[in-house]
T-cell receptor, first 118, second 112 residues
Framework: KAGVTQTPRYLIKTRGQQVTLSCSPI?????VSWYQQTPGQGLQFLFE???????NKGNFPGRFSGRQFSNSRSEMNVSTLELGDSALYLC?????????????????FGEGSRLTVL | AQSVTQLDSHVSVSEGTPVLLRCNYS??????LFWYVQHPNKGLQLLLK??????LVKGINGFEAEFKKSETSFHLTKPSAHMSDAAEYFC??????????FGTGTKLQVIP
């Protein structure tokens, strides 16, 4: 069974540009969440999607956006890039429905997209 | 409110000696708890999880963790460290409505 696939793995952009990152979840998983990881702030939750709808959102500016397609693949976009957006962006998929109180689900992570903003 | 505290940012052990990585949590719900490991420039890999079954949980690569409700702790242990265990470890709590909170991570150094 294929794992979570993130593309591209590495990319370099300049300030003011925009970037789109892609995440393909494990087959059958309908929940996808995104995280930003930096040395200073650690792992921070960006947003979560289930059945093409954003279910939860972290505390990030509106420059960060995402979407989920009918095949559960997800993209996130960062517009008007800033130096501080340099980070490892991780995607995770899960079987769980966000509104369920069941707490048995685990997150399966991709290897991440390393974004460098110059 | 939900939170998780990893008590040590760095832990250094000699190869072959025991490993202890400490994690305390708070949650308004009966949480699920996880330990993940991250090797450099890689994603997070699940080591083990607690989901209200047995309080002593065994994971991959010889790791285990014990859920202690009275102490609100979920410490990760391994009897004998291996060089390949050098990585960063994250304690994660998952409470009601699927809210997920990550600890700040513990970097494990294994000295040959």
């Amino acid at each position: 069974k294929a794992g979570v696939t993130q593309t591209p793995r590495y990319l370099i952009k300049t300030r003011g540009q925009q970037v789109t990152l892609s995440c393909s979840p494990i087959s059958g998983h309908r929940s996808v969440s995104w995280y930003q990881q930096t040395p200073g702030q650690g792992l921070q939750f960006l947003f979560e999607y289930f059945s093409e709808t954003q279910r939860n959102k972290g505390n990030f500016p509106g420059r960060f956006s995402g979407r989920q397609f009918s095949n559960s693949r997800s993209e996130m976009n960062v517009s008007t890039l800033e130096l501080g957006d340099s980070a490892l962006y991780l995607c995770a998929s899960s079987l769980d429905r966000p509104s369920s109180l069941a707490t048995t689900g685990e997150l399966f992570f991709g290897e991440g997209s390393r974004l460098t903003v110059l | 409110a939900q939170s998780v505290t990893q008590l040590d940012s760095h832990v250094s052990v000699s190869e072959g000696t025991p490993v202890l990585l400490r994690c305390n949590y708070s949650s308004s719900y009966s949480p699920s708890l996880f330990w993940y490991v991250q090797h450099p420039n890689k994603g997070l890999q699940l080591l083990l999880k607690y989901t209200s079954a047995a309080t002593l949980v065994k994971g991959i690569n010889g790791f285990e963790a014990e859920f202690k409700k009275s102490e609100t702790s979920f410490h990760l242990t391994k009897p004998s460290a291996h060089m390949s265990d050098a990585a960063e470890y994250f304690c994660v709590v998952k409470g009601g409505y699927q809210k997920v909170t990550f600890g700040t991570g513990t970097k494990l150094q294994v000295i040959p």
